[in-house]
């Protein structure tokens, strides 16, 4: 079964920071690209917040949060991460992880971890 799992949300005040988890099953995780995304309201898109390269050789940002976040990966691990520094209030959001892998069939198939929440308020 493919899936993506995260772990590592929760409460923090601004400032701090926090790493969040995000591990692969299923599938080659040291194949692929990976992402990810977040969502401050439910009725906004996902946003992509960064992308690492399957070998991690390359990574991108948003605007909002170059310099504060990294991403990066252990495909020893299966493990995609995402370092949040200096958190700030409009970092809270449902974050998720996201691959697209390509099937035995040809065709390509989104994969999204489950989403952790993370709330930043002091």
């Known amino acids: 079964q493919v899936q993506l799992v995260e772990s590592g949300g929760g409460l923090v005040q601004p400032g701090e920071s926090m790493r969040l988890s995000c591990t692969g099953s299923?599938?080659?995780?040291?194949?692929?690209?990976a992402n990810w995304y977040r969502r401050q309201a439910p009725e906004k898109e996902r946003e992509l917040v960064a992308?690492?390269?399957?070998?991690?050789?390359?990574?991108e940002y948003a605007e909002s949060v170059r310099g504060r976040f990294t991403i990066s990966r252990d495909n020893a691990r299966s493990t995609l991460f995402l370092q949040m520094n200096n958190l700030k209030p409009e970092d809270a959001a449902v974050y998720y992880c996201?691959?697209?892998?390509?099937?035995?069939?040809?065709?390509?198939?989104?994969?999204w971890g489950q989403g952790t929440l993370v709330t930043v308020s002091s």
């Open positions: 996201n691959v697209l892998i390509r099937k035995a069939t040809g065709a390509y198939v989104e994969v």
């Open positions: 992308h690492i390269t399957s070998t991690g050789g390359y990574t």
């Open positions: 299923g599938f080659t995780f040291s194949s692929y690209g």
